[in-house]
């Protein structure tokens, strides 16, 4: 049986342009492949090989389907499979004696190269990667291996920013669990993205601070980053302190608040939350201060009599669930 493999684009495009490499397209027998070698070579996260895309590509075989060449790296060993570990197994599935099919042929590697071109291509193959572990993968290129940022951020198909801001986040969350917030190795309780909110913030005064909050309540890193931001901006270290412990009262406020109200409660839920956020209002509103008086709340005198009358229906109602609760 005949393979006839299609030039791959994508292949082409990493070894030449992110590896800087060259390459020739070649004959390669299959009993000269080493097989333990390449499958230490699939540069993925969870299941180095899927089963069922095997079997899948097997049957595509047999039907004559086309698929990209194999990437192989000559070496004294014979030919290690540096992309297409699918493909080839699916090919062992046949059984097929004496088996050649052409292949991209690299010389002997870096090994900061072959980890570029492993990585690159398997992203862009197989069942494909997700975000998530594009970015672990860039992260590992630039940290371990010397890749630069921006080649490394065009192989795994992500911004450079998104690299800088990972790699700052594993120092932070490094530097917070050296400091003694052992928690914050704990990726269910400080998330990637609970992290590099938090490493945004300059000082590592305040970012122990802010990781404290979060250690303390269930936040979403969204408010995290919120908080962080206006940290940043602060414009004294007293203030910025002043904003972290109002958010972490909010944030505490906040679970117990989901602890107090069963889910099937709506009506005592709305009313808590009601209240609670208006006490928020009238003690931190004014700038950071209480409302003492209806000029604070820049009310007209028409204003102030309809308030007074809405005032004295709360007071009342107040007072009734006052007398219930005794």
């Avoid at 090994?111 to 998530?132: D, F, Q, T, V, Y």
């Avoid at 936040?219 to 940290?231: C, Q």
Wanted: hydrophobic share 45%.
């Amino acid at each position: 049986m005949d393979f006839v493999f299609r030039r791959d684009f994508d292949a082409e495009k990493v070894i030449n342009e992110f590896a800087g490499i060259t390459f020739r397209v070649g004959p390669v027998l299959f009993s000269a492949i080493n097989w333990i070698e390449s499958a230490n070579n699939c540069a993925r996260l969870g299941n180095a090989l899927n089963g069922e895309k095997i079997e899948e590509y097997a049957r595509a075989f047999r039907n004559g389907d086309q698929f990209p060449m194999v990437v192989v790296e000559r070496n004294n060993t014979g030919f290690i499979i540096l992309g297409g570990n699918q493909r080839c197994n699916a090919l062992k599935m046949l059984d097929i004696k004496d088996l050649v099919i052409e292949c991209y042929i690299v010389e002997p590697l870096t090994s900061a190269n072959r980890e570029l071109i492993i990585r690159s291509l398997n992203s862009r193959h197989g069942w494909g990667s997700e975000k998530s572990e594009r970015i672990e993968h860039a992260v590992y290129l630039v940290e371990a291996k010397g890749i630069a940022t921006a080649v490394a951020a065009r192989a795994m198909m992500v911004a450079e920013a998104t690299i800088t801001d990972r790699i700052r986040a594993n120092k932070t969350r490094q530097e917070l669990v050296e400091e003694g917030m052992k928690e914050a190795a704990d990726t269910r309780l400080f998330s990637n993205a609970h992290i590099e909110a938090i490493a945004r913030v300059s000082n590592s005064a305040r970012r122990m601070q802010i990781a404290k909050a979060v250690r303390d309540s269930k936040v979403k890193a969204a408010d995290v980053a919120t908080l962080a931001s206006s940290v940043q901006n602060a414009k004294s270290d007293a203030q910025a302190q002043k904003k972290i412990a109002d958010a972490a009262k909010d944030w505490m406020q906040t679970n117990e608040l989901t602890t107090l109200s069963p889910k099937n409660n709506s009506r005592r839920t709305a009313f808590v939350r009601k209240i609670v956020d208006l006490e928020k209002f009238l003690e931190s509103g004014n700038q950071g201060a209480a409302f003492s008086t209806f000029d604070e709340l820049g009310c007209s005198p028409a204003d102030a009599d309809k308030l007074m009358v809405s005032i004295a229906k709360i007071r009342a109602r107040l007072e009734c669930i006052m007398e219930c609760a005794k």
